[in-house]
């Protein structure tokens, strides 16, 4: 799977959500990418993030954040591998502790207020708050079980599961595809992968 495939967004017009933008930091580790570690400079970070929407967030980082964004994804990577709701928890607590990701009402240009996390940070400070937040709060409403892991091997990208009865098993239609693909050679040709 390559770059940011629409069916990772709620509402491809719209900005990525940070749930949507945790999910981009996870799968920045890619399997089936060559190298599959995309977090080894910031040139796909960015731009992906440029093209999520939010090339605010991705205009103060720099290289040495690096590391820091490696372990923030490691982590939040286990939100999404957690089998119950507690798991999550101790994962996202102490994050959300360390980020002080307090919620603040801010007032933005265009007059309105809103409640954000992560006011004022930038960077990866900024990423630190704001995206574990936004799990938590996604945890808080929906519990782990919207969230996975790509069933179709070797992918291990991750995803949100929308879908109305919890169902969704891949992380995107070409690792659905490829799947079914498999399925179909295996009922062709027994005995074969
Ligand atoms: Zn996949």
Redesign the pocket.
Known sequence: ?TGFPADWLADPAAPATDVELALLLVNSHDL?EDPADRLHDLRWLTHALAGAGHPHLADPLTARDLPRLRRLRDALRQVFEATDDEEAAAVLNPLLQKARAVPLLVRGPDGATSLVVGAGLSGAAALEARLPSALAGFVAEHGVRRLGV?G?DP???VYVDRTRAATRK???S??NDRRAARAYRRRRSPGLA
């Open positions: 799977m089936l790509c179709s992918c291990r990208c891949y992380c995107c070409y690792c």
